[in-house]
């Protein structure tokens, strides 16, 4: 019909599109390359005290090896707060059974959480009120975390070389099974495409990186930010605090660590599809245009070629097309090698995860249009600044 593009004309408008994003991933990737590490040290750290806070909500199944973590941490760790939002399976004794085994172990009771808050953004601001007022740090642990004994003094052996107001790990993720091993690397890879690969230290917002697993944070800067209040309303609260730091004009970093913390997030590839894409758009006030940009490359770059490539004798997209899509195929490869090391051990299955690609754009997407979402039967409440 006059005036309607034919499928040629759409595939090849689709190519155009395609390769400057792809372009713009491209650098992104290579500008990235490189990255600091946080390097394992055991260097005593005189003057520093550290408030680790732990937000927890019926975590009795996986707080106990945190806490045996924690409790192996040096004197630089003043105190262990485990931050209750109202659980009911026994993690209050438990936090109460290490109390008896290490004295800086506290149980902190947030209930009730109020309805403008999100619990764990609230536990945090919660632990944060109740802070030694002479620490002059404060770690972010989530419960499924494993720290090395190493941890906290790696970690302010790091800043005190970078100068950051905040840094977080990219920890290395232990997986459920053959099940995760497609869907966990396919929603990783959506962080890389997006931000590159972590090791950088910036005051960009639009590039910051953040994981509140694991996130420390200089206490007089968090301060002048007015505490985690600034992610009470947020689906991911850690990005936020992040990004207000920068937004400040504090440094903030994100970065691997050779082994100093692994995660066990999810209990099944079921877990990790629901809850961890509830945060993973990164959707928030400051995200604004540069958020959907993200979107848009994760959809073009990463979730597309693969499935034009399959189509392409179907579809006869052009030798150009079929070119570009092969080449940004094959980046998507290269991002795969990569992020091998984020997996101490991977299942066979986690060398088909671009499979999951469009899938897991399509997910993201839907998430980040969402206005509401719930977390263990409690709805999570969202900024109305958030765009």
Known sequence: MPGRMSRAQL??????????????????????????????????????????????????????????GLIAQPQEVAEILVVDGGSGDGTQELAASYRRRDARVRLVDARPVPPDWNGKAYGLQSGL???????????????????????????????????????????EQRLSGAAEGLVHPALLATLVYRFGIPGQTTRRVPEVQANGQCSLYRRESLAAIGGFRVGKGSVCEDVTVARALAASGHPV???????????????????????????????????????????VEVALVQALPLPLLLAARRWAPGPLVVALNAGLFMMRLGVLVGTARAYPTRPWTYWLSPLVDLPAAVQLWRSALRRNHAWRGRTLVRDGAEV
């Open 11 to 68: 595939l090849a408008v689709l190519g155009v599109l395609q390769a400057v994003v792809g372009a713009r991933v491209a650098w992104r990737l290579a500008r990235t390359t490189g990255g600091q590490r946080i390097a394992r040290s055991d260097r005593p750290a005189p003057g520093e005290r550290i408030t680790v806070i732990v937000p927890v909500l019926n975590e009795r199944e996986r707080l106990g090896p945190c806490l045996d």
């Open 129 to 171: 009120e109740t802070a030694d007022p002479a620490s002059t740090w404060v770690l972010t642990i989530d419960a499924d975390v494993r720290p090395d004994p190493a941890l906290t003094r790696s970690l302010l052996a790091h800043v005190g070389g970078s100068g950051a107001a905040a840094v977080s790990v990219a920890t």
């Open 253 to 295: 970093g994100f970065h691997e660590a050779d082994g100093l913390v692994t995660a066990e997030m999810y209990a099944d590839w079921r877990d990790a599809w629901q809850n961890w894409t509830r945060s993973l758009p990164m959707r928030d006030r400051f995200s604004g245009a540069s958020g959907w940009a993200g979107l």
